[in-house]
């Protein structure tokens, strides 16, 4: 079965330090990828996604994500983490042709520290 | 643009009262989902639609939950009766297909409370 997983629950960073959150999937075909963040009381934001091409994939607010089919992975990273970064953030693998259903991980939740 | 639109942003009920949530998707979206957000078991499709027709809704819990599409701008998920381990955040989201990454938006929640 199609899964998703985020090892991490919480990771605490220092503002002005780099992020590395971890996702790692479980999917048959080729897979289509999806980070996405969710801040206190409000909804789910799309950071970036992958679908084909260049494994790196950029996205807003300075994000992007390596997509590792050998190690089936696609782990998001921010060089520089600012306090308004705190957040969970939710790794997700979208399944059928049409991405139509997305399977999400657990989430991790992003703290920053001064 | 507006984006997905939800109502009520908040609801307290009592066990075995009726809920109806309310979804208006991005005008000229042809896919409409419903997600639930627990502690317990993160985000769960509960079922989907395309051009207003119910296409999967194998995450529906059980027959107390129903979801409704009559027309392109409007949708609504009703729960009764409603139980308390009914409690959570119930996400509405929406896509077109053939959009660059067709790419799924969603709404801010609905936060349900079932005392």
């Known amino acids: 079965a199609q899964s998703v997983t985020q090892p991490d629950i919480h990771i605490t960073v220092s503002e002005g330090a780099s992020l590395e959150l971890r996702c790692n999937y479980s999917?048959?075909?080729?897979?289509?990828l999806f980070w996405y963040v969710q801040s206190p009381g409000q909804g789910l934001q799309l950071l970036l996604k992958?679908?084909?091409?260049?494994?790196l994939v950029q996205g807003i607010k300075g994000f992007e994500a390596e997509f590792k089919r050998s190690q089936s992975s696609f782990n998001l990273r921010k060089p520089s983490v600012h306090w308004s970064d705190a957040a969970e953030y939710f790794c997700?693998?979208?399944?059928?042709?049409?991405?139509?259903?997305?399977?999400f991980g657990t989430g991790t939740r992003l703290l920053v520290s001064p | 643009d507006a984006g997905v639109i939800q109502s009520p942003r908040h609801e307290v009920t009592e066990m075995g009262q009726e809920v109806t949530l309310r979804c208006k998707p991005i005008?000229?979206?042809?896919?409409l989902f419903w997600y639930r957000q627990t502690m317990m078991r993160g985000l769960e499709l509960l079922i989907y639609?395309?051009?207003?027709?119910?296409?999967?809704d194998s995450g529906m819990p059980e027959d107390r939950f129903s979801a409704k599409m009559p027309n392109a701008s409007f949708s609504t998920l009703k729960i009764q009766p409603s139980e308390p381990r009914d409690s959570a955040v119930y996400f509405c989201?929406?896509?077109?297909?053939?959009?660059?990454?067709?790419?799924?938006?969603f709404g801010e929640g609905s936060w349900l409370t079932v005392v």
């Open positions: 989201a929406s896509s077109l297909m053939g959009s660059p990454g067709n790419t799924i938006y």
């Open positions: 999917y048959g075909a080729t897979p289509y």
């Open positions: 992958y679908f084909s091409g260049d494994t």
């Open positions: 997700a693998v979208g399944l059928n042709t049409g991405f139509q259903k997305l399977v």
């Open positions: 005008s000229g979206h042809d896919y």
């Open positions: 639609f395309n051009n207003n027709v119910p296409i999967d």
